[in-house]
T-cell receptor, first 111, second 114 residues
C-alpha cells in the first residue's frame, strides 16, 4: 500500500518568512495529493490539493508543487502569519479511496 | 466549516465494550470515509463507504465495522474495545464515483478506552 513520509516534524519561522513542508510517497499510481491544516482540537481542513496531471498550483500565499518522477510534493507558505500556526498534513491517494496521511508538521509562526 | 457532523463528541468506554459512532455527510455527498487519529499522528484510513457498499479498507481488524444508510449517513462500530483504540475518530464525506476526490472532515469523536 501507499506510504507517505513528511518532513520536518516541527518547523518554526518568523512572521513574514516562508515555510516549506515536504512529503514523499511510494505508490506511483497515486494521483491525488491534498494538504490539510489542523488547529488544536479542530477538524482537518483542506487548504490546497493537486492532481497528478498538474505540476504546480497556487492559491494566494499557499502553493503546492508535485514531482511525479521523484514521487515527492511540497507545500509552500509565503509571508507567514501567526494564524498559520497549526499542524499540517499531506496525503496521497489513488482516487479518494484509501487516502494515506503523513505524520504531520507542527508549524509555529513567531510574531 | 464543512456540513459534516459527528456524534457523540466525546465518549468514555471500558475495555471489552462496544461502541457506535455516527457521521452525517455533507449535503449531496454519497461517500463517507472513516479515519482513526491517535494523539500526535496523522489520520489512518479505516474504511470507506460509497452508496451503502464498502469501497476499500485499511489495515484494521474485523472488529472495526461500518454501515452506510440510504441518506448516506454512516456508522462506525468497534467491538471488543482495546486500550489502543483510544483516539480521535474522524469521518470525511466526498462526492465519489468520479474525479472529485476532495474529502471534507467532520469535527471528530474523541474516544477514551479505560
Amino acid at each position: 500500500g501507499e506510504n507517505v513520509e513528511q518532513h520536518p516534524s516541527t518547523l518554526s519561522v518568523q512572521e513574514g518568512d516562508s515555510a516549506v513542508i515536504k512529503c514523499t510517497y511510494s505508490d506511483s499510481a497515486s494521483n491525488y495529493f491534498p494538504w490539510y491544516k489542523q488547529e488544536l482540537g479542530k477538524r482537518p481542513q483542506l487548504i490546497i490539493d493537486i492532481r497528478s496531471n498538474v505540476g504546480e498550483k497556487k492559491d494566494q500565499r499557499i502553493a503546492v508543487t508535485l514531482n511525479k518522477t521523484a514521487k515527492h510534493f511540497s507545500l509552500h507558505i509565503t509571508e507567514t502569519q501567526p494564524e498559520d500556526s497549526a499542524v499540517y498534513f499531506c496525503a496521497a491517494s489513488r482516487g479518494n479511496n484509501d487516502m494515506r496521511f503523513g505524520a504531520g508538521t507542527r508549524l509555529t509562526v513567531k510574531p | 466549516e464543512t456540513g459534516v457532523t459527528q456524534s457523540p463528541t466525546h465518549l468514555i468506554k471500558t475495555r471489552g465494550q462496544q461502541v457506535t459512532l455516527r457521521c452525517s455527510s455533507q449535503s449531496g455527498h454519497n461517500t463517507v470515509s472513516w479515519y482513526q487519529q491517535a494523539l500526535g499522528q496523522g489520520p489512518q484510513f479505516i474504511f470507506q463507504y460509497y452508496r451503502e457498499e464498502e469501497n476499500g479498507r485499511g489495515n484494521f481488524p474485523p472488529r472495526f465495522s461500518g454501515l452506510q444508510f440510504p441518506n448516506y449517513s454512516s456508522e462506525l462500530n468497534v467491538n471488543a474495545l482495546e486500550l489502543d483504540d483510544s483516539a480521535l475518530y474522524l469521518c470525511a464525506s466526498s462526492l465519489g464515483g468520479g474525479y472529485e476526490e476532495t474529502q471534507y472532515f467532520g469535527p471528530g469523536t474523541r474516544l477514551l478506552v479505560l
